[in-house]
């Protein structure tokens, strides 16, 4: 079955970096479009960012130019590397895929920005 497993969250200072993994399984990950989703408290789920088979890249307007989308097809991983990070980017962090016709969401990973 799919399976997919956040990992890298924590306690970080303004301005500082952190870089999120998505481990992958149950599924051809080289063929998926993956995503980084997050939801901070009180708010809806947004797209951060999307990475598609062919390494292509989107990012919501609030990341651009600080957080970059990548993935290793060899380790089945997905990665969001963050920096610059601000207060604002608190929230849980989920990884999600649509493969095998099915809407698959990992258990998410807490991202906490504050001094």
């Known amino acids: 079955q799919v399976q997919l497993m956040e990992s890298g969250g924590g306690l970080v200072q303004p301005g500082g970096s952190l870089r999120l993994s998505c481990a992958a399984s149950g599924f051809i990950f080289s063929d998926a479009t993956m995503r980084w989703y997050r939801q901070a408290p009180g708010k809806q789920r947004e797209l951060v960012a999307r990475i598609n088979r062919g390494a292509f890249t989107n990012y919501a307007d609030s990341v651009k130019g600080r957080f970059t989308i990548s993935r290793d097809n060899a380790k089945n991983t997905m990665y969001l590397q963050m920096n610059s990070l601000k207060p604002e980017d608190t929230a849980v962090y989920y990884c999600?895929?649509?493969?095998?016709?099915?809407?698959?969401w990992g258990q998410g990973t807490q991202v906490t920005v504050s001094s």
């Open positions: 999600n895929t649509n493969s095998n016709g099915g809407d698959y």
